[in-house]
Each structure stands twice: as structure tokens, then as C-alpha cells.
């Protein structure tokens, strides 16, 4: 009978020292290369391309952000720099407090506007804390009586008309302290705001209540359409709004569906949109629209802070686990025809609650303008 295959292979197999048969060895088939290359080598190469893809886009990214930044930076008036405490280290290790100025001068489309109007609609202090992971928001409202240096007692919003960028500094730094300087300052044109957040495919704001509001900026064409037209409405809760729906959003002065709505209502539908869009330019997702978008993005805002002080910033508030967010308050009263907010004396304790000095504290239930904090991003403030 003829032996099998293997067995006459391997009694013809002898070993190299010739002690012995020796072991068949199965030749394994040789992987197919593409080009010359192995699968392995295509998928190293791979990966390499995608770091240098991201790294050159990145790259890109950068240089569009500078160059928008630095054209924030030269809308910044001169005068201003001097009026701002310098850094005493970097913000990744070191609090920092940033006036944030809201100015809006246009009542809508199609409107005169009010051009010559440089009164600061929305007065914010971001103070940063990365020791502990938190992020101060102290909101200032714009009636406050303060003292505006070379102008006595006035509404704090006028520092901005007397004496622009520079006074309005000065006067809020002597109405907080010298405990809390002021080291940079970020100004925001709402007039301007509306094609940002187009830019950015829109912001999510979280609606405090549902708001009704007065005729301001009718959508329509005719004038019988907008008699007919009941105003804006806005439905409580997380709310996608194109750039022109921000922009009405924080000009509404009177809900319908609230008779205690107050100024210190439009003050916070303000805040909450610099804050979403300050949370859209800081996500991912913005990353790969930067080469193209980064230096339109800032048009609407001036600012002292380089590229390399936002990016340190924008880690900062990534790594922050807390918001709070804070308001200086008082009574309301009438003096020379003008209505103010007298500040109250605890105003001074809400300072020290920004600098991490005592607990937060929430204001009292039933007073309108009373100061106080709330921990959270979703509080009616």
C-alpha cells in the first residue's frame, strides 16, 4: 500500500544533525503586500497622517484665532491697559478677574439705533478661582448709584458714556474693592453679537421662565400684522436660538406673563447669552470650523487678553466643576427724576463670597433687588 503523504515526507525529512527524522515545517502563505507594503506599515502610516492632519489644522486654527485676537486687541482704546492690574502669574494656577461689558447700540432692524449711546447695558465680573475649580460670575446692574471717579454718585452704566472703557474700569474697581482688581476686560457689541452666533450655528440657552414680550422689532411687513402681533415669545427651558433670536432675547424689557419682571431680568437673559456662546467657542466641535471662522468670530468684541491668555481661559473653565453666579443688589429709588439701586451693605459680603472668603448665600425671597449667590449654570439669575 503507498503511505500517506506526510508519512513519506517525513521519513525523508532528516534533521540537520543528522540524528533523526526530522519535523515537517508547513510554509504559511505570504501576505499579500499593496504597493510594496504590509497592512501593518499602511496602518502606521495611517495614523501618522491623522496626527499631522490635526496637528496642521490645528496649526491653522491658531493662526486664524491670532489673527482675529489681535484685531480684538487693537480695537482695544490705548488708554485702557493702564487701567488694568497686571497678572501675578498664569491664569492656569492663578484667580483672575475679567470685566465682561455688554453695549447695545441699535433698538432693532431696520432703526435709527442709538449710535451715539455708550452707556454699558451689561456689567459682568468673571472671577476665576482654579485652585478650587470654580468660576465667579458677579453681575452688576447698571442702575447701581456708584461713584464714578470725576462725576460724583451716578448710575454705574454711565461711567462707559463719561469716560469710555477706562472709567468704566476705574468706577467699577472702586465699587468692588481693592480686593478684587480687575485684570482684563472683554467688551461685547450686541449689535454685532447676532452674526457670531450665526458663525457658530447657533446657541442653547436655558429659558428661565415663558416670557411674552413687549412689541419691539416686528417680524412682519405690515403695519397690520404687527398691530395684530403680540410680541416675541420665548417657552421656559433649553432653547436653540439663531443669532437674531439671541439678540431679542436679550433686549426684552417687559414680560406680559410676569408683572415683577425687572431690569435685573434683562440684565441675566444678557448673561446667559455670553455664556452660551462663550461655552459654543469653547467646545470641540467648533475646532474644525477654526481655520476657516476664527478671525470673523471676534469681530464683535474688544479685548487686552492675548491668544495664548484664551486658551489658558478656555482650559480653566474646562477644568472649573462649579459655576456660581453672583449679583450686587439693593432698593430700588427715585432721585432727581432717575431711577437707582441703592447699594446695600450686603453687597460688601457677596465680594467676599466671589473671592471664595465664605459659603455662597442665596438672597432673600421676595426682594427684587436683593444681592446675593446661587450655585449652578441653571438658576433664574
Known amino acids: 500500500m503507498p503511505l500517506a503523504r506526510h508519512d513519506r515526507e517525513a521519513r525523508r525529512a532528516v534533521r540537520s544533525d543528522g540524528s533523526g527524522p526530522g519535523k515537517i515545517v508547513e510554509r504559511r502563505p505570504r501576505r ?19 496626527i499631522l492632519f490635526f496637528a496642521v489644522w490645528g496649526l491653522a486654527g491658531y493662526l486664524s484665532v491670532s489673527s482675529g485676537v489681535s484685531d480684538a486687541n487693537a ?33 432693532g432692524r431696520g432703526s435709527a439705533g442709538r449710535g451715539a449711546d455708550q452707556h454699558s447695558d451689561s456689567i459682568t465680573l468673571l472671577h476665576t478661582d482654579p485652585g478650587r475649580h470654580r468660576l465667579y460670575y458677579l453681575s452688576i446692574p447698571r442702575d447701581l448709584r456708584a461713584y464714578v471717579p470725576g462725576y460724583g454718585y451716578q448710575k454705574i452704566n454711565t461711567a462707559m458714556q463719561y469716560g469710555g472703557t477706562r472709567l468704566a474700569i ?7 474693592g481693592a480686593g478684587m482688581p480687575i485684570n482684563h476686560v472683554v467688551i461685547v457689541d450686541f449689535n454685532h453679537f447676532e452674526k457670531l452666533i450665526d458663525a457658530i450655528g447657533g446657541i442653547t440657552v436655558n429659558v428661565p421662565e415663558n416670557i411674552v414680550s413687549n412689541r419691539f422689532d416686528c417680524p412682519y411687513s405690515t403695519q397690520q400684522r404687527c398691530l395684530q402681533w403680540k410680541g416675541w415669545r420665548f417657552h421656559k427651558g433649553p432653547t436653540h436660538l439663531s443669532g437674531h433670536e439671541a439678540l431679542i432675547f436679550s ?15 434683562r440684565q ?30 471676534f469681530k464683535p468684541i474688544a479685548t487686552d487678553l492675548s491668544t495664548w491668555k484664551l486658551l489658558q481661559l478656555s482650559w480653566v473653565k474646562f477644568r472649573s466643576g462649579k459655576s456660581i453666579h ?22 460688601i459680603r457677596v465680594i467676599d463670597e466671589v473671592l471664595g472668603r465664605s459659603a ?9 433687588y436683593a444681592p446675593g449667590c446661587i450655585v449652578g449654570a441653571n438658576s433664574n439669575y
Not at 433686549?251 to 408683572?259: A, G, K, Q, V
Open 268 to 297: 441675566h437673559d444678557q448673561q446667559l447669552v455670553e455664556q452660551a456662546t462663550l461655552n459654543k467657542l469653547s467646545s470641540p466641535s467648533l475646532f474644525f470650523s477654526l481655520p476657516f471662522d476664527g478671525n470673523p468670530l
Open 75 to 107: 480695537r482695544l482704546p490705548k488708554n485702557v491697559r493702564p487701567a488694568l492690574t497686571p497678572d501675578n502669574g498664569l491664569l492656569f494656577s492663578t484667580p483672575t478677574t475679567i470685566l465682561l461689558l455688554g453695549t447695545d447700540h441699535a433698538t
Open 360 to 368: 455662597p448665600q442665596p438672597p432673600p425671597k421676595g426682594e427684587p
Open 32 to 50: 499579500r503586500l499593496w504597493l510594496g507594503w504590509t497592512r501593518r506599515r499602511w496602518i502606521l502610516v495611517a495614523i501618522l497622517g491623522l
Open 326 to 347: 453672583c449679583r450686587l443688589g439693593g432698593t430700588s429709588e427715585t432721585i432727581g427724576g432717575g431711577d437707582y439701586i441703592i447699594g446695600s451693605s450686603e453687597n
Open 251 to 265: 433686549r426684552i424689557r417687559e414680560n406680559s406673563l410676569d408683572p415683577s419682571w425687572t431690569d435685573f431680568d
Open 170 to 176: 476705574r468706577a467699577v474697581d472702586k465699587l468692588v
